[in-house]
């Protein structure tokens, strides 16, 4: 009788989570998890509670009609970041340390997360997922930053059949419609869950100071590439105490080319062709392939040419190319310097109030705006839904538990606020608004759990808990504005084989690559005409257009 009530019970409250369940640093202490994996698990005292959970005579305190979960097991989270040290990490183990009680109350199972650490972090993420060894079983993951669909076809990831979600994540499956299920799919297989109840802005511009753009005349902000010329030319006169107007350090050339071309064109990038997004349609025909850097040399030349002269204004170091130890976004926050350029959802913390932004401290008339690329002529591409999604590793020793937590991570409010903002009282609390504010004496280098767990690939609008710091007015209507203009990013099922094409691809992008960085620093040789001449030509020799008649042919074959 015992058994039957307690298994009612826990019936019933598995049930009720499915119904009722509704945004870096390195360890010096090495924790082993009992597969041996290195993360974070549970304290010694939890851990053997779970051992003695699982013994037989105690086996009924668990629900197995949806799955079988009288043994306990470990899952493991891969996720991109450095590994939190000292304080920090004890601070994300008290956290997991709190998730864990109540995954092994209702699935027999506690989370440990690895990480992979940002230095060189594409071909290490790539190297651990293709192992499929057992070492991780849910895997952030994403089809434009990482390469989400090549490890797919290289078998990385598990193919997830629809009964297989409807049983083991039934939230999950029951709000994400079967369109974006659709689009998670290669070879008519899921491969992915995608983050698709999360409003997010990834888009690139320039993040500049508003009260300067308004002393140089620009009333309202910066609009265009000319007024970011204005605006530079006015800050290098007109404000000597800044360290540089752009402390860059030559690494995001391409946020810069790809910001010039969605500025001047209606191009529409193609994702997974490589980093630097050589291959596009329009936005009237998405799906006649065309190379911009192949076909429209006189935009190619004026930006070399305003590179160039950016480079002669002083806008960046002088050693940019090697200027490898800076931190331009700490140095915005500290009003060190005039711009960072980043994304929408870098706009909507460096635009706050917060501990961390100084210069609205140190400089009550400090204010900023954003210059988004794209913003003259309305190219405001969405990302894909996959921009963020969650795999399951081919060699999961547990696919189906791992489905099973990734289900109360996504969508059950206790954990959801354990993984993304940690201990209530300890990383967040909630004012009266409604709004989650910081407690008294709160670090964010060790208590800000968000940037350690890097959860990207379960957020849930349904959940979110709005930052009382964040300036929601402007960002609201930043958003909206998006929403407005926003054309759907076209190529979401387009999953390109690249079987015969792979090296000719990679090396079109070397060489478009090698002279961009270059070109988008000013630091070429020769005039522009020649230097865009120059790169043509060797892409040619290269056969890029063979690649983009191969590309084409996969796109007819898909979408005409």
């Not at 051992?51 to 009609?65: G, Q, V």
């Not at 500049?208 to 006015?234: H, N």
């Not at 060699?395 to 606020?417: F, Q």
């Amino acid at each position: 009788m015992r058994k039957k009530v307690l298994a009612t019970i826990l019936t019933f409250i598995m049930i009720a989570q499915g119904a009722g369940c509704g945004g870096p640093a390195h360890s010096n202490e090495a924790n082993q998890n009992p597969r041996g994996e290195e993360g974070f698990v549970a304290s010694e005292e939890v851990l053997n509670a779970s051992e003695i959970a699982i013994a037989p005579e105690e086996e009924e305190k668990f629900d197995t009609s949806q799955a079988d979960i009288s043994e306990h097991v470990v899952i493991t989270y891969l996720t991109i970041g450095d590994r939190p040290e000292g304080k920090a990490a004890e601070r994300l183990r008290e956290t997991i340390t709190s998730l864990n009680e109540i995954l092994g109350d209702k699935l027999n199972a506690e989370l440990s997360i690895d990480f992979v650490p940002w230095d060189n972090f594409l071909v290490n993420y790539n190297e651990k997922v293709l192992l499929a060894d057992g070492s991780v079983d849910l895997v952030g993951a994403s089809t434009d930053w990482l390469d989400g669909w090549s490890c797919v076809k290289k078998g990385a990831f598990l193919p997830l059949s629809e009964g297989m979600l409807k049983k083991y994540a039934p939230k999950t499956y029951e709000t994400v419609p079967q369109e974006h299920w659709d689009m998670c799919k290669y070879n008519d297989k899921i491969y992915f869950i995608p983050e698709d109840n999360y409003t997010q802005w990834t888009n690139h511009g320039f993040i500049y100071r508003l009260d300067f753009a308004r002393e140089a005349g620009l009333d309202e902000g910066v609009t265009s590439w000319e007024d970011l010329t204005e605006y530079f030319s006015y800050v290098k006169a007109n404000h000597p105490e800044l360290k540089y107007i752009w402390d860059a350090d030559g690494s995001r050339y391409n946020d810069l080319t790809q910001g010039w071309i969605t500025s001047h064109s209606d191009y529409v990038a193609i994702d997974g062709l490589g980093s630097e997004k050589l291959w596009c349609g329009t936005m009237d025909d998405p799906y006649t392939i065309r190379v911009p850097v192949m076909e429209d040399t006189d935009m190619f030349v004026e930006y070399a040419t305003l590179m160039k002269k950016w480079d002669s204004m002083g806008v960046w170091p002088s050693n940019v190319m090697t200027n490898t130890d800076t931190d331009n976004r700490q140095e915005y926050r500290k009003g060190l310097v005039a711009v960072e350029q980043h994304h929408s959802q870098t706009f909507a913390n460096l635009c706050s109030d917060n501990e961390e932004n100084l210069i609205y401290k140190d400089n009550p008339d400090a204010e900023s705006g954003f210059f988004y690329f794209g913003q003259e002529n309305g190219n405001i591409v969405s990302a894909t839904i996959t921009h963020g999604a969650m795999a399951i590793s081919a060699g999961s020793k547990n696919p189906e538990r791992a489905l099973m937590v990734y289900d109360m991570l996504r969508n059950d409010e206790e954990c959801y606020r354990l993984i993304c903002y940690g201990i209530e009282g300890i990383s967040y609390i909630i004012n009266e608004e409604g709004l989650r504010v910081k407690p008294e004496g709160f670090n964010p280098e060790t208590d800000s759990i968000y940037d350690m767990t890097n959860f990207w690939w379960g957020r849930n609008d349904d959940l979110e808990i709005r930052d009382a710091e964040t300036n929601w007015d402007t960002v609201d209507e930043l958003y909206t504005l998006y929403e407005k203009k926003k054309y759907d990013y076209p190529y979401g099922q387009f999953v390109p084989d690249e079987t015969e094409l792979e090296t000719k691809i990679q090396k079109c992008n070397d060489i478009y690559g090698n002279y961009m960085k270059q070109i988008s620093f000013g630091k070429y040789n020769g005039t522009a005409e020649s230097v865009i001449e120059e790169m043509q030509k060797e892409l040619a020799l290269e056969g890029i257009d063979d690649v983009t008649a191969a590309i084409q042919e996969q796109i007819d074959a898909l979408y005409k």
